[in-house]
């Protein structure tokens, strides 16, 4: 028998085995040499269709495949370049901040405390601290004297360590007189206008105020009346004047504990200017209820004497 045609049966010749199959409208019309008739042979072509061969792909998916890979690889791209920017973006800010933090020089600042330093020990003493206060332009008992003791967290009146001096100084990012006098206004107006800020800045006053070397825990009258005069010098409340003429007026009180110090703060933004809001039923230290029983009296005894002014003026004969 004769070769068939690739439609109805594979040709066993090597040729033949590597020929792509035509569907059945493109090839020669042939005899039914098997009896199979027309709709058979229109099946089997349709089941060629079905089961396309696995090596050959389709136009169209290769178009998208195509398409696929170019798009995939300018998106890898762009990503790259984004992110190589965002990395150059975020170096230099890094550099730039680590930049600002760091305009000043450890070694001038020590240079700085040199200068000022006791020959006999490493701090700056009384002394050296005027000279410092007389080359910033400062008198010490401005409040500004006040805010820079505290930021350099000086343990004792009049004295500087180098830690407290260095530490301070790093903290302010300062490393000359100019830069510290350039500091200082922006550390009083920040630390007058933050609640926060002024109540640490008044308590360690207290601290401030105490001879540590003699032990005290109490604040002595003389010096707790001088630092209230100094802490409130930039904002003084309306009782303050009376609360230290009482405080003249009474001098069996010697000593302002800590507990006395730091509720006077309170103490202040609580009564008023009249003492108005006072209350007695409060846990306030026994020494602001004698203050608000003098007032009392004091207010008590004017009222009196006004009343007598009136009496008398009113029987004199015009």
């Known amino acids: 028998m004769g070769n068939l045609c690739s439609i109805c049966y594979p040709c066993k010749s090597y040729k033949s085995k590597n020929r792509t199959s035509r569907r059945y409208s493109d090839s020669p019309k042939v005899p039914d040499c098997e009896g199979q008739d027309e709709s058979l042979l229109q099946a089997q072509l349709v089941s060629n269709d079905d089961h396309p061969s696995q090596t050959s792909l389709p136009t169209s998916q290769i178009t998208k495949a195509e398409s696929f890979t170019i798009i995939s690889s300018k ?7 984004e992110k190589k920017s965002l990395a150059l973006k975020l170096s230099g800010t890094l550099n730039r901040n680590n930049s600002e933090s760091r305009n000043f020089s450890e070694t001038k600042i020590n240079a700085l405390f040199e200068k000022y330093k006791d020959s006999s020990e490493d701090s700056i003493l009384s002394e050296g601290v005027e000279q410092f206060c007389i080359d910033l332009q400062l ?19 009049c ?5 407290e001096f260095v530490k301070g100084c790093r903290s302010m990012k300062v490393d000359s007189l100019k830069a510290i006098q350039t500091k200082l206004p922006e550390i009083v107006t920040q630390t007058l206008s933050d609640s926060e800020q002024f109540k640490e800045l008044y308590r360690f006053a207290f601290k401030f105020g105490l001879d540590c070397s003699a032990g005290q825990r109490i604040l002595p009258v003389d010096m707790a009346v001088s630092l209230w005069m100094l802490v409130f010098s930039q904002q003084e409340p309306p009782i303050l004047k009376r609360w230290l003429h009482f405080l003249d007026k009474h001098p069996q009180v010697r000593g302002i504990p800590r507990d006395t110090w730091n509720m006077f703060l309170n103490f202040v933004d609580t009564v008023g200017a009249d003492l108005s809001h ?6 306030w230290p026994s020494l602001f209820d004698d203050f608000v029983e003098f007032e009392n009296d004091q ?3 004017n009222s009196s004497t006004m009343q007598d002014l009136n009496r008398e003026n009113s029987l004199t004969p015009s």
């Open 278 to 283: 006072y209350d007695d039923t409060e846990a």
């Open 159 to 163: 004295r500087f360590t180098r830690q």
């Open 139 to 157: 008198k010490p008992d401005e409040f500004k004297v006040l805010a820079l003791a505290w930021k350099f967290e000086a343990e004792v009146m």
């Open 299 to 301: 207010l008590n005894q």
């Open 75 to 81: 998106e890898v791209s762009s990503m790259k370049t």
